[in-house]
Nanobody
Framework: QVQLVESGGGLVQAGGSLRLSCAAS????????MGWFHQAPGKEREFVAA???????YYADSVKGRFTISRDNAKNKASLQMNSLKREDTAVYYC???????????????WGQGTQVTVSS
């Protein structure tokens, strides 16, 4: 099984920035995308951002212009740079691995364990 491990979560003030990282335990499958989802208390897990194997990106409307997803295929890693954070961004963030089209549709075959992001005001 593929294991995904997130890091970089923490507490930040509104307007600040955080960078999340996701490391895969093994080489990612060629053609697969990587993505990020989040889940706030009492809410469903929802799509945040995804990046395809060749670098195409797609973002949820709520984070466009603020978050940037990137990947390093050789290192089996993906990152999410989060700028201009809002209190509403507070959630557990999960790394995801699946084909790009499925990630964009809000589903994923593989999931990380999650990392907490808390934005204070």
């Amino acid at each position: 099984q593929v294991q995904l491990v997130e890091s970089g979560g923490g507490l930040v003030q509104a307007g600040g920035s955080l960078r999340l990282s996701c490391a895969a335990s093994a080489r990612t499958v060629s053609g697969y995308g990587m993505g990020w989802f989040h889940q706030a208390p009492g809410k469903e897990r929802e799509f945040v951002a995804a990046i395809g194997w060749i670098g195409s990106t797609y973002y949820a409307d709520s984070v466009k212009g603020r978050f940037t997803i990137s990947r390093d295929n050789a290192k089996n890693k993906a990152s999410l740079q989060m700028n201009s954070l809002k209190r509403e961004d507070t959630a557990v963030y999960y790394c995801a691995l699946d084909v790009f089209s499925r990630l964009r549709a809000g589903v994923s075959e593989y999931w990380g364990q999650g990392t907490q992001v808390t934005v204070s005001s």
